[in-house]
Structures are given as C-alpha cells and as structure tokens.
C-alpha cells in the first residue's frame, strides 16, 4: 500500500515509494561480503579504537520521501550515468570515461579521468548527499544540509549542476592503501574542526568530500575538484596514511 505524501524532490503531493535508497546499492557493489552483510563504521569510533561495525543486512533506504518519477527518472537518469561511468568493462559500453595515473613532483599519486559528463555526475553525487540529508535514519545523522537543502533540491529536479565551484566535490580514494580496510562504508560525518562546513562520505574505498561553503575548501586542493570540463581527479591517499587522513579530514584527530 502506497502512501500519498509530499514528494522531497517535486514537492508535489503524490503517492510515495515503500523504497528509496539513500546510497544506491551498486556502490557497496564490492562491499557485500559472502553473507550479503556490509562492514559499517563509525569513523569516530574507529579511529578513536571501538572497533565496533555494525552489520545491517543492506545499504540503508527509507520510505515515504520520493515519488517514484523523481526516484526512478530524475535520480534514476544520474544513476545510471554513474554506474555505467564507474562500473562498466570497456567492452560493454561505449561513451566511458578515460582515465590516466599521474604524480606530482611532491610524491602525490593521482589519477585523471577524462569524458566523466560533469552534469550527471555531479548530480549523481549531490543526490547522494541531499538524500543523506532527507533522511530520518540514524546512520545519516551528521548530514544535515539546513538552508542548502533547497537549493541543492532545485539543482538535482532542474538538471543544473551549476559552477565546479558551487559545491566543489573532492574523491580521494584509500583502495591503494594495503594497510587498511577498504570492505567498509563510513558514516557520513561532518568536519567541525576547520574553517566552513564540509562533508565526508566514505564508500567502497573512497571517500567522497561535498565542500558545503567555499573557504572549506583548501586552495592546493582547488585543481582537483570536479570539474566543468568533463574532468574528474582522483587523489590516492598514501599508503599507511588511510588511517591518518580520515582523522584529519573528519577532524577526529586529537589536537
Ligand atoms: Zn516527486
């Protein structure tokens, strides 16, 4: 039985899905393990040695918050683009994304990746946060967008990605990093020790960085945002260093 409700996204009163998913499931895709159970962690409790992981049976979802044309068509559209940019074989599809190994002469290894459509994927990305924020479920508790919740909503519904930097989006990925787990899904956690609010989304062995107001933003870091020009960058975090990083950035660390 459907509820019928105010849409989040349209704002239109409309039936409601049972369903929607907060972070699509393909991106645990590497994360089931055998018993189809996910590793979740709170960083904080991590880092700070409760190695507590909770264990739910799937990526989190909700009910009653989308209609199902703005879950299935709008949403869907920036899903599909995303799942087939991130995790297709060269030989099924055409259109990918091309992406080459780089580093720089301070040391920092780094891969670029070309043909990444800005506007899908940028909404595809912001989908994930604004939902994060929608939502009533414990494990998204940090995510709370307060006066940019509309505007990203407007952003995601019209199809405007805006500016690279309006809301730029750093990926740091730890996949590289042997010494450190990569089968888990952080919570999402906001940064609260430095300058402008800036959020972290850990998944599947990178970590997603949504700089929420612009000083959040470290100038060095500027020319690896997500960018305009179909261009994506992403930062591999040294090796040992997983751990140490995602102190920092959740501004966990002891200071
Ligand atoms: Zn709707």
Redesign the pocket.
Known sequence: MQTIGK?K??Q?E?PLLNRSHIIPDFMYASLFDKDHKLNKFAPADYIEGDKHISRPSSGEYESNL??S??DNEIIGRYETYARKALYSKVDETSDLPECENFITNGGLKFTKCKNLHYKEFKLFLLSILWRASISNRDFFKEVNLGPYEDTIRQMILSGDPKQEETFPILMMTWLNDKSFATDLVGQPGINRKENGIRYIFPIAGVTYIYHISPVSLKKDLKEFILSSKNEATLLHIPEGKSKEFLMTYFGVNKS
Do not use: I, N
């Open positions: 849409c996204l349209c239109l409309k989308l209609c044309q703005c």
